[in-house]
């Protein structure tokens, strides 16, 4: 035991030295993602562990989802937590620019929002001293040793909420077991959304291990306004409507030639494109009209006309409108090694759904959606599912209800979850 406890203090005082000395170089990565519009300028010193606003007296909880999908996630727990807490403070972390962009937007009021700082140990200090929380919870896989460490050293309760670990992750963790246990039984409590994945945190050393339903079922529907549908729908009332949506590089060539494809056998048809990151809108448009096609940008606020091939909706929190609008969604990050994004939002909102083979992110969740979504190979099969989704309309509807039905019947989530952390808070 004590030699083991000498090997993880050399491991971590490794760490702790490596990662101060590093600190110049991690500032001006920083500077350099603020140069590429991959962090806030306004609020870089966040990232220092520097707050920008003042922290609330009374009890705080804070909640930290590293990007957009685990943000999304935390909102329908932030809403309980403040209706059965209503003198604690919630304070929301995240790490990138569009996940607070959202958040901005949808966190429940009186909610504060920080970007989460990088792992250097002055950094989290100065995070953790000014805002002194009385519970942390972590979202999904963000394992920083420094922050971990610290909090658990502070006796702040630690809990791993909708737990995940890719097979790739488990198997490097697995090289490094004493490091992985001491990471992992700082958690109070770990909530694992499979039982794969408890499987993977008992044997990794973790404390207090349960399986609970995925927090992604708890996320109410996406928001939109109605006036936009109805003007859109209006405008394009005699087109036949797909939506590629959070698609990555590499991607919208290949919906391109779908497209084309698409259009040989229904020649009105219009595929609608949403970037996972709004900011690659132009290269994605000169792409797509470097190929022929007719691009028409929301960003640069052109509507589709009658002779558009693609309408690019490369702005950020209209996802809502657009599943409300098509009736048949297919989910980027599968047509490359991305590992897909969540089916649930798009089954809420009544959408005949397709993936392609890379969806690791949501192996658990696809596989409670076989029975109404469809798998496609490449994009010669995903023309072939669109076409016949678009021609057979009591398929895409049937496909789309039984989606829309799981999304439902999984909802209560929340209060399962509730349960399991009450004690901690």
Same mark, same amino acid.
């Given at each position: 035991?004590?030699?083991?406890?000498?090997?993880?203090?050399?491991?971590?005082?490794?760490?702790?030295?490596?990662?101060?000395?590093?600190?110049?170089?991690?500032?001006?990565?920083?500077?350099?993602?603020?140069?590429?519009?991959?962090?806030?300028?306004?609020?870089?010193?966040?990232?220092?562990?520097?707050?920008?606003?003042?922290?609330?007296?009374?009890?705080?909880?804070?909640?930290?989802?590293?990007?957009?999908?685990?943000?999304?996630?935390?909102?329908?727990?932030?809403?309980?937590?403040?209706?059965?807490?209503?003198?604690?403070?919630?304070?929301?972390?995240?790490?990138?620019?569009?996940?607070?962009?959202?958040?901005?937007?949808?966190?429940?009021?009186?909610?504060?929002?920080?970007?989460?700082?990088?792992?250097?140990?002055?950094?989290?200090?100065?995070?953790?001293?000014?805002? $002194?929380?009385?519970?942390? #919870?972590?979202?999904?896989?963000?394992?920083?040793?420094?922050?971990?460490?610290?909090?658990?050293?502070?006796?702040?309760?630690?809990?791993?909420?909708?737990?995940?670990?890719?097979?790739?992750?488990?198997?490097?963790?697995?090289?490094?077991?004493?490091?992985?246990?001491?990471?992992?039984?700082?958690?109070?409590?770990?909530?694992?959304?499979?039982?794969?994945?408890?499987?993977?945190?008992?044997?990794?050393?973790?404390?207090?291990?349960?399986?609970?339903?995925?927090?992604?079922?708890?996320?109410?529907?996406?928001?939109?306004?109605?006036?936009?549908?109805?003007?859109?729908?209006?405008?394009?009332?005699?087109? !036949?409507?797909?939506?590629?949506?959070?698609?990555?590089?590499?991607?919208?060539?290949?919906?391109?030639?779908?497209?084309?494809?698409?259009?040989?056998?229904?020649?009105?048809?219009?595929? #609608? #494109?949403?970037?996972?990151?709004?900011?690659?809108?132009?290269?994605?448009?000169?792409?797509?009209?470097?190929?022929?096609?007719?691009?028409?940008?929301?960003? $640069?606020?052109?509507?589709?006309? $009658?002779?558009?091939?693609?309408?690019?909706?490369?702005?950020?929190?209209?996802?809502?409108?657009?599943?409300?609008?098509?009736?048949?969604?297919?989910?980027?990050?599968?047509?490359?090694? #991305?590992?897909?994004?969540?089916?649930?939002?798009?089954?809420?909102?009544?959408?005949?759904?397709?993936?392609?083979?890379?969806?690791?992110?949501?192996?658990?969740?696809?596989?409670?959606?076989?029975?109404?979504?469809?798998?496609?190979?490449?994009?010669?099969?995903?023309?072939?599912?669109?076409?016949?989704?678009?021609?057979?309309?009591?398929?895409?509807?049937?496909?789309?209800?039984?989606?829309?039905?799981?999304?439902?019947?999984? !909802?209560?989530?929340?209060?399962?979850?509730?349960?399991?952390?009450?004690?901690?808070?």
């Amino acid at each position: 035991m004590m030699e083991r406890y000498k090997v993880l203090k050399v491991l971590l005082f490794i760490y702790r030295v490596t990662s101060t000395i590093l600190s110049p170089l991690l500032k001006a990565a920083l500077h350099y993602r603020k140069y590429l519009e991959k962090e806030d300028c306004s609020r870089l010193k966040e990232r220092y562990g520097i707050a920008s606003t003042a922290r609330p007296s009374g009890k705080l909880i804070w909640i930290h989802g590293a990007s957009v999908g685990e943000a999304v996630s935390i909102l329908p727990l932030a809403h309980k937590l403040q209706l059965e807490l209503p003198s604690h403070t919630l304070l929301i972390t995240t790490g990138t620019v569009n996940a607070a962009a959202i958040m901005a937007k949808r966190l429940p009021r009186g909610c504060i929002h920080q970007y989460i700082p990088l792992d250097v140990p002055h950094w989290t200090n100065r995070f953790l001293n000014h805002w $002194k929380p009385d519970t942390a #919870i972590f979202v999904e896989s963000e394992l920083w040793p420094n922050l971990i460490f610290t909090c658990h050293k502070r006796k702040i309760p630690l809990i791993l909420l909708n737990a995940r670990i890719s097979d790739r992750s488990f198997a490097r963790w697995s090289r490094f077991p004493k490091l992985a246990k001491a990471i992992l039984s700082c958690f109070s409590s770990c909530l694992a959304q499979s039982s794969k994945v408890e499987e993977k945190l008992n044997f990794l050393g973790a404390n207090n291990v349960s399986t609970i339903t995925n927090l992604k079922f708890a996320v109410a529907p996406l928001i939109y306004s109605q006036d936009e549908l109805e003007q859109l729908s209006l405008l394009l009332a005699n087109r !036949s409507i797909w939506l590629a949506a959070s698609t990555h590089p590499g991607e919208e060539n290949m919906i391109a030639a779908a497209h084309v494809e698409i259009q040989k056998h229904i020649p009105n048809a219009l595929t #609608i #494109i949403i970037p996972r990151h709004p900011q690659r809108g132009n290269d994605i448009a000169k792409d797509l009209t470097a190929l022929g096609l007719r691009v028409s940008s929301r960003s $640069k606020e052109e509507m589709p006309s $009658k002779t558009t091939d693609i309408y690019l909706s490369d702005t950020l929190g209209e996802l809502g409108l657009f599943y409300a609008l098509s009736p048949i969604v297919f989910l980027g990050g599968t047509l490359v090694t #991305i590992g897909g994004h969540n089916p649930i939002e798009p089954a809420h909102l009544n959408c005949a759904i397709l993936w392609g083979p890379h969806f690791k992110n949501f192996i658990e969740i696809c596989k409670t959606f076989e029975s109404a979504a469809k798998q496609i190979s490449d994009k010669e099969e995903l023309s072939k599912q669109v076409i016949e989704l678009l021609k057979n309309s009591e398929l895409c509807q049937s496909m789309a209800k039984k989606a829309s039905d799981i999304a439902k019947n999984q !909802s209560e989530v929340i209060n399962e979850i509730l349960g399991k952390i009450r004690p901690y808070l």
